[in-house]
């Protein structure tokens, strides 16, 4: 399904792929199956939890991956317990209790 946006067309089928999109500004109120949060790590950028193929996936910065590849890839850089590990967890909990909303 394709939509104006703005001026721009936008696919917005379900199964839209929105790898390397530049989201910037744009108003995603009322969006489902997202959840976006930060500031995270060490440059301050924002992470988003996405319910992707009956899963929850993480975009931060350039790595795109599931909960257990996020929170490997954060405790090798942050170290085990981190607060951005706890952010990544969060967002992920929080994501899957809006599962039926």
Not at 40 to 57: L, S
Not at 60 to 66: P, R
Not at 76 to 93: I, R
């Amino acid at each position: 399904m394709k939509k104006f946006i703005n001026g721009i067309e936008v696919d917005i089928s379900p199964k839209a792929d929105l790898r390397e999109a530049n989201l910037s500004g744009a108003n995603l109120r009322g969006a489902k199956g997202i959840y976006s949060f930060g500031p995270i790590g060490e440059t301050g950028r924002t992470g988003y939890a996405v319910r992707h193929d009956n899963k929850i996936m993480f975009a931060l910065g350039c790595f795109w991956g599931n909960l257990d590849d996020a929170c490997k890839a954060i405790r090798t850089k942050y170290g085990v317990n981190s607060l951005y590990e706890k952010q990544v967890v969060m967002a992920a909990k929080i994501l899957e209790s809006q599962k039926d909303k």
